[in-house]
Protein backbone atom coordinates (compact mmCIF):
# COMPACT_ATOMS: atom_id res chain seq x y z
CA UNK A 1 0.00 0.00 0.00
CA UNK A 2 2.72 2.55 0.98
CA UNK A 3 4.17 1.83 -2.56
CA UNK A 4 1.00 2.46 -4.15
CA UNK A 5 0.64 6.01 -2.18
CA UNK A 6 4.28 6.85 -3.18
CA UNK A 7 3.61 6.07 -7.08
CA UNK A 8 0.45 8.33 -6.80
CA UNK A 9 2.08 10.92 -5.21
CA UNK A 10 5.46 10.96 -7.89
CA UNK A 11 2.99 10.75 -10.35
CA UNK A 12 1.35 13.76 -9.04
CA UNK A 13 3.86 15.87 -8.35
CA UNK A 14 5.40 14.96 -12.08
CA UNK A 15 2.04 16.16 -13.59
CA UNK A 16 1.83 19.55 -11.85
CA UNK A 17 4.36 21.60 -14.06
CA UNK A 18 1.99 20.73 -16.88
CA UNK A 19 -0.82 22.40 -15.37
CA UNK A 20 1.56 25.51 -14.34
CA UNK A 21 1.35 26.96 -17.69
CA UNK A 22 -1.61 28.75 -18.87
CA UNK A 23 -3.42 27.08 -21.44
CA UNK A 24 -5.24 28.34 -25.08
CA UNK A 25 -8.95 27.67 -23.60
CA UNK A 26 -10.60 29.47 -26.45
CA UNK A 27 -10.25 30.82 -29.82
CA UNK A 28 -12.59 32.25 -32.88
CA UNK A 29 -12.19 31.27 -35.15
CA UNK A 30 -11.97 27.64 -33.31
CA UNK A 31 -9.37 25.18 -34.33
CA UNK A 32 -10.35 23.22 -37.24
CA UNK A 33 -13.38 25.40 -37.91
CA UNK A 34 -14.88 26.71 -40.96
CA UNK A 35 -15.29 30.79 -40.72
CA UNK A 36 -17.61 33.09 -42.59
CA UNK A 37 -16.32 35.39 -44.85
CA UNK A 38 -15.27 38.04 -44.46
CA UNK A 39 -13.43 37.59 -41.22
CA UNK A 40 -12.70 40.29 -39.18
CA UNK A 41 -11.05 39.30 -35.96
CA UNK A 42 -9.17 36.98 -34.23
CA UNK A 43 -9.72 36.57 -30.61
CA UNK A 44 -8.02 34.23 -28.15
CA UNK A 45 -8.57 33.62 -24.81
CA UNK A 46 -6.98 31.85 -22.51
CA UNK A 47 -6.98 29.76 -18.91
CA UNK A 48 -5.24 33.04 -17.16
CA UNK A 49 -3.64 36.14 -17.26
CA UNK A 50 -0.98 36.28 -19.94
CA UNK A 51 1.20 38.63 -22.17
CA UNK A 52 0.74 37.83 -25.69
CA UNK A 53 4.07 38.00 -27.23
CA UNK A 54 3.56 36.92 -30.72
CA UNK A 55 0.78 36.55 -33.31
CA UNK A 56 0.84 35.59 -36.98
CA UNK A 57 -1.57 34.90 -39.38
CA UNK A 58 -0.64 32.79 -42.72
CA UNK A 59 -2.42 31.37 -45.60
CA UNK A 60 -2.00 27.40 -46.94
CA UNK A 61 0.68 28.80 -48.87
CA UNK A 62 2.69 30.28 -45.87
CA UNK A 63 1.96 34.15 -47.10
CA UNK A 64 1.83 36.01 -44.01
CA UNK A 65 -1.20 38.34 -43.30
CA UNK A 66 -2.16 41.92 -41.93
CA UNK A 67 -3.14 41.87 -38.17
CA UNK A 68 -3.33 44.56 -35.66
CA UNK A 69 -0.32 44.66 -33.05
CA UNK A 70 -0.43 42.84 -30.48
CA UNK A 71 -0.96 44.89 -27.42
CA UNK A 72 0.91 45.19 -24.74
CA UNK A 73 -1.35 44.41 -21.98
CA UNK A 74 -1.24 41.87 -19.54
CA UNK A 75 -4.83 39.79 -19.94
CA UNK A 76 -7.25 36.63 -20.30
CA UNK A 77 -8.55 37.38 -23.88
CA UNK A 78 -6.99 38.87 -26.55
CA UNK A 79 -8.98 40.26 -29.90
CA UNK A 80 -6.92 41.79 -32.94
CA UNK A 81 -8.44 42.77 -35.64
CA UNK A 82 -7.87 41.23 -39.34
CA UNK A 83 -6.79 43.94 -41.21
CA UNK A 84 -7.09 42.58 -45.24
CA UNK A 85 -9.61 40.53 -46.32
CA UNK A 86 -8.72 37.33 -46.57
CA UNK A 87 -9.88 34.98 -49.54
CA UNK A 88 -11.64 31.14 -48.93
CA UNK A 89 -9.35 28.76 -48.13
CA UNK A 90 -7.04 26.98 -45.45
CA UNK A 91 -5.10 29.55 -42.69
CA UNK A 92 -2.88 28.78 -39.65
CA UNK A 93 -2.72 31.27 -36.30
CA UNK A 94 0.20 31.45 -34.70
CA UNK A 95 0.77 32.55 -31.17
CA UNK A 96 2.95 32.77 -28.34
CA UNK A 97 2.24 34.47 -24.53
CA UNK A 98 4.26 34.52 -21.39
CA UNK A 99 1.94 33.37 -18.11
CA UNK A 100 2.56 34.91 -14.66
CA UNK A 101 4.85 32.16 -14.06
CA UNK A 102 7.28 33.07 -16.49
CA UNK A 103 6.58 30.22 -18.62
CA UNK A 104 6.10 30.68 -22.77
CA UNK A 105 3.53 29.07 -23.92
CA UNK A 106 2.40 28.23 -27.91
CA UNK A 107 0.19 27.29 -30.69
CA UNK A 108 -1.26 27.26 -33.32
CA UNK A 109 -4.91 27.27 -34.86
CA UNK A 110 -5.68 26.13 -38.37
CA UNK A 111 -8.77 27.22 -39.92
CA UNK A 112 -11.04 27.90 -43.00
CA UNK A 113 -12.59 30.17 -44.39
CA UNK A 114 -15.27 29.45 -46.87
CA UNK A 115 -16.39 31.29 -49.63
CA UNK A 116 -19.27 33.39 -49.88
CA UNK A 117 -22.13 32.74 -51.58
CA UNK A 118 -23.86 35.15 -53.90
CA UNK A 119 -28.02 34.89 -54.37
Known amino acids: MK???YVV???AGLALPVYA???LTSSQPAAGSTAAAPLKE????FGGDVRLTALALADAGGKQKKVAD??????????LAVLE???PGDYVVT?????ADTHVVTGEIKFSV???HSH
Open 114 to 116: AAT
Open 42 to 45: IVLE
Open 21 to 23: HTP
Open 85 to 87: ELA
Open 70 to 79: VPTAIAKKFT
Open 3 to 5: HLL
Open 95 to 99: WRAVG
Open 9 to 11: LVT
